[in-house]
């Protein structure tokens, strides 16, 4: 039974560039979270995606979108890359189960120079 | 704003003591408390929750965690740890009803043989 994967693992982007960030969910699941992990920090929720809409959102910009396909994956975009948007970036999975805990990929980690 | 309080960033023991990280939140609602576990090189995974119901929770590898509601607090304990326990433990909250965690800072803890 396959965890939630995440690609790229580690990617070095400019500042200004766009970045692609991809998610597929544990077997089971239709409910993608995304999380921003800053060095030294705890996870911060991003959005949620269910059923291929956005269902909620935290406190980032609109630089900030994502997707959601009918197979469940995911995607996080982020444009106009700043300094401060490298991070480790999570993605965590659940399901209609609702036991309220999410299983979270090893994470895609960016760096912004 | 609803926020997660580690007041233990770093914590150092030896094997076979015992074990304690705080966590305080801020929110007079309803709300869901969890303890998750990074070990190095793996991805989050849960230790325990607490919904509702008896407030002392047991989880995964003998940790468990007393829920005391005129404290706002959820707090970690073990009687007696591992080597193999050195991880980085994070608490999070979320609202009843909503699938948004809220994550403390963390706290490093590393045991010596």
């Known amino acids: 039974d396959a965890g939630v994967t995440q690609s790229p693992t580690h990617l070095i982007k400019t500042r200004g560039q766009q970045v692609t960030l991809r998610c597929s969910p544990k077997s089971g699941h239709d409910t993608v979270s995304w999380y921003q992990q800053a060095l030294g920090q705890g996870p911060q929720f991003i959005f949620q995606?269910?059923?291929?809409?956005?269902?909620q959102r935290g406190n980032f910009p609109d630089r900030f979108s994502g997707h959601q396909f009918p197979n469940y994956s995911s995607e996080l975009n982020v444009n106009a890359l700043l300094l401060g948007d490298s991070a480790l970036y999570l993605c965590?999975?659940?399901?209609?189960?609702?036991?309220?805990?999410?299983?979270f990929g090893e994470g895609s980690r960016l760096t912004v120079l | 704003a609803q926020s997660v309080s580690q007041h233990n960033h770093h914590v150092i023991l030896s094997e076979a003591a015992s074990l304690e990280l705080g966590c305080n939140y801020s929110?007079?609602?309803?709300?869901?408390l969890f303890w998750y576990v990074q070990y190095p090189g793996q991805h989050l995974q849960l230790l325990l929750k607490y919904f509702s119901g008896d407030p002392l929770v047991k989880g995964i590898k003998g940790f468990e965690a007393e829920f005391i509601k005129s404290k706002f607090s959820f707090n970690l304990r073990k009687p007696s740890v591992q080597w193999s326990d050195t991880a980085e433990y994070f608490c999070a909250v979320n609202l009843y009803n909503t699938d948004k965690l809220i994550f403390g800072t963390g706290t490093r803890l590393q045991v010596f043989p």
């Open positions: 929110y007079g609602g309803t709300v869901n």
């Open positions: 995606y269910y059923e291929e809409e956005e269902r």
């Open positions: 965590a999975s659940t399901g209609t189960e609702n036991t309220g805990e999410l299983f």
